[in-house]
């Protein structure tokens, strides 16, 4: 996934890019700032740590609800919903991950985007990070590390790691579980926002 977002952006020309990512995306990203620093301006790491950790047993239960949407073959995200209620009670996590959700123009049906099967064998490995040895490879340009509250992925513990891996960075805590995103959109924007100004 690093080398697919490093190719996009060579292909497109960014120039001055901060790149965004929560959760795989933020270690996605973290691995493109530490493989190719040269490629972006800034990063922001959304409830993720560059360190192995295992995944919470809810992924294993949403693509379960994703797999069966497919499965049964729904054609309005409502249906969709309802399925997912079943794994999931929080409103706003279900409404972000049918997010991904697209109506497929020769079924009439709704699919997802993600590859399921894919997420599915091989989640035991998804939570990984590639680099082992903050002393061989840092990102030292502006960083910011937002952290949901209620949320294990970037504990105290992860700290001193994260400060070897990106020496910069700076962490701001949001009232919300994993989910940041979704469950404190306004707390979310405005730790961005903040960061992006000052960065200019």
Do not use: C
Not at 42 to 59: K, R, W, Y
Not at 62 to 70: A, F, H, L, N, V
């Amino acid at each position: 996934m690093a080398e697919d977002i490093e190719d996009f952006i060579s292909e497109q020309k960014l120039e001055n890019a901060t790149l965004i990512g929560h959760s795989m995306g933020a270690k996605t990203a973290m691995t493109v700032a530490l493989r190719s620093p040269n490629l972006i301006e800034s990063l922001i790491s959304v409830d993720n740590a560059p360190i192995d950790a295992a995944l919470q047993s809810d992924f294993g239960k949403y693509i379960r609800g994703m797999q069966r949407i497919e499965d049964i073959g729904v054609k309005r995200q409502s249906e969709a919903d309802e399925i997912l209620k079943e794994y999931e009670t929080s409103l706003p996590i279900r409404q972000f991950l049918l997010t991904n959700l697209f109506r497929d123009p020769q079924t009439g049906l709704q699919r997802f985007r993600l590859p399921l099967k894919f997420l599915a064998s091989d989640l035991d490995n998804m939570a990984d990070f590639p680099f082992r040895n903050p002393d061989e490879v840092r990102f030292e340009k502006p960083t910011l590390f937002v952290r949901g509250t209620k949320s294990h992925y970037v504990s105290d513990d992860a700290l001193p790691v994260i400060g070897r891996f990106f020496p910069t960075f700076e962490l701001r805590d949001i009232e919300a579980g994993h989910w940041v995103i979704s469950e404190n959109p306004e707390a979310f924007k405005n730790v961005v926002v903040e960061f992006l100004q000052k960065k200019d």
